[in-house]
């Protein structure tokens, strides 16, 4: 089984920063893509950035120049910095990630999230 876990939430003053982390772990293999997703009361909840094994990055719009995502292959362990954080940034994230383990004697490969954690930016 596969476990991941997020830290580094909290409050926050709007043009603030936070550094999200998400560690895996288990019988990891390899972490093929890792994203960040976001959920505010009353809404669905949406990606906010995502990476690629090979180190390709998308974003969110309203996150662009703000938010940057990053990994660590070594460690199995992703990251979201996030700068000049919004009222609106206020969420709880969500670490995602696509996970080939360790199944048997071969692999098998499954998508797993991290149980969130709170950002709150006041204004």
């Known amino acids: 089984q596969v476990h991941l876990v997020e830290s580094g939430g909290g409050l926050v003053q709007a043009g603030g920063s936070l550094r999200l982390s998400c560690a895996a772990s288990g019988s990891v293999i390899s972490i093929n893509s890792m994203g960040w997703y976001r959920q505010a009361p009353g809404k669905q909840r949406e990606l906010v950035a995502v990476i690629t094994s090979g180190g390709t990055t998308n974003y969110a719009d309203s996150v662009k120049g703000r938010f940057t995502i990053s990994r660590d292959n070594a460690n199995n362990e992703g990251y979201l910095q996030m700068n000049s954080l919004k009222p609106e940034d206020t969420a709880v994230y969500y670490c995602?990630?696509?996970?080939?383990?360790?199944?048997?004697?071969?692999?098998?490969?499954?998508?797993?999230w991290g149980q969130g954690t709170q950002v709150t930016v006041s204004s």
């Open positions: 995602n990630a696509d996970v080939t383990r360790q199944w048997f004697s071969g692999s098998a490969r499954n998508n797993y």
